[in-house]
Structures are given as C-alpha cells and as structure tokens.
C-alpha cells in the first residue's frame, strides 16, 4: 500500500543533543510538510518543500532544519532540542500544491521526548 | 491570529446521537474546507471536504454544511458510533497556498 513512513516512532533524546527524524513516502507526491503537534493542539505547520522548492514558515525557529535529497525522503533535523520541542513530528504529503493541497496525506508521526 | 475557530473544544454524544462540531473563518480568500480525523497516536487522515460554492456535502454518516455569508461551516456525525471518538479538525487552504490553516480541534467521545 502506497503510504507516508516516519521513523523512528518514538525518539528520545538528551537536551542540546541533536537529533533527526526521517519521513518516506511511496505516493510519489510533489509535496512534503513537517508538522509540530502538541498535546490537545492542532498540528503547526514548520515548513513544506514543493518539489525541491523549500518554504519555512516564519515562526519556525532557526533550531529546526529541514532536507529533502530526493522525492521520496524528507528529514527534519533539530539541532539543540529544548524541553519545548518535546512534541509530536508529523510528516505529510500532497499530490500538487495550490487548493487541491487540502488532501494530506499523514504518516503515523515520531514521539520526540527530550529529557 | 487564529483564521479559523472551532468549536467546542470537546463533546459527548451517546451512541446513535448526532455530533456538531462548528468552525468559522475570517480569510474570504480560502478555497477549499476540509474536515480531518485524528485517533490518539496516529496522523489525521482527511475526513471530507467542501468548496464554498456547495452548501451541503455529505459522505455515508458526515455531511459537512457550508454557510458562505457567515464565513461559518459545520461537521455532522450522524448515528455516532463508538468508534468515532476521535479529535476533529476543521481546516481551510487558500488557491494560492500549499499549507492548510486547520481550527483548535474538537475531541469527540461517543458513548455506548
């Protein structure tokens, strides 16, 4: 089944320490997000890539990075985690950009506790 | 500044009841209305969507309804099932975007 993978599921890591989490797809859509979601929260958005085009959001912190070497993978790298950044991660895709992006499509998301 | 609010925060219905969860947007430029559904531990997975030329859309128990003059749109659950409990998002996109704008969420509980 086509699908969006994250990995790991759950990743805890140490305060300042850096850490990277990996999406894949098999959809072969043109565009990947990165959400942050808090307990009782909507996810927020961090940034999309349109093809290899790259679009952060301007409340995103310097702390988060993000690469996308080629269609299928996409990784979100946070450089020196703070207690704050212990979150939910959502990777998600659409087909195309513009109106008909309202269908997302969801990986399961990677638990981040940062101790 | 929040574009869409939704309400209410949460909700319990009784098994075969019928859930409404209501959003209101301020952005006239937004172009399509989705509705996702999150179980705990797992991503949202789309629900339903709406353009605001249609001002009903229904799909098996969900029918979204569209309110274009007062920038308001709703979710029903008809016959609520167990099953259903789970977080409700209402969203919005604009043409010109590649990122939804989603609502505060609605945790809906079912009881059999």
């Known amino acids: 089944d086509a699908m969006v993978i994250q990995n790991p599921r759950y990743q805890v890591t140490q305060f300042g320490k850096p850490v990277t989490l990996s999406c894949s797809q098999t959809l072969n859509h043109n565009v990947m997000y990165w959400y942050q979601q808090k307990s009782s929260q909507a996810p927020k958005l961090l940034f999309h890539y349109y093809d290899k085009d790259f679009n952060n959001e301007a409340d995103t912190p310097d702390n988060f990075q993000s690469r996308r070497p080629n269609t299928s993978f996409c990784f979100l790298d946070i450089r020196s985690p703070g207690l704050g950044d212990a979150a939910m991660y959502l990777c998600?895709?659409?087909?195309?950009?513009?109106?008909?992006?309202?269908?997302?499509?969801f990986g399961p998301g990677t638990r981040l506790t940062v101790t | 500044q929040q574009q869409v609010k939704q309400s209410p925060q949460s909700l319990i219905v009784q098994k075969g009841g019928i859930s409404i969860i209501n959003c209101a947007y301020e952005n006239t430029a937004f172009d399509y209305f989705p509705w996702y559904q999150q179980f705990p531990g797992k991503g949202p997975a789309l629900l339903i969507a709406i353009r605001p030329d249609v001002s009903e859309k229904k799909e098996g128990r969900f029918t979204i309804s569209f309110n274009k003059s007062a920038k308001q749109f709703s979710l029903h659950i008809m016959d609520s099932q167990p099953g259903d409990s789970a977080t409700y998002f209402c969203a919005a996109i604009r043409a010109a975007g590649n990122k939804l704008t989603f609502g505060g969420g609605t945790r809906v509980l079912v009881k059999p």
């Open positions: 998600a895709t659409s087909r195309e950009g513009g109106p008909l992006s309202y269908e997302q499509y």
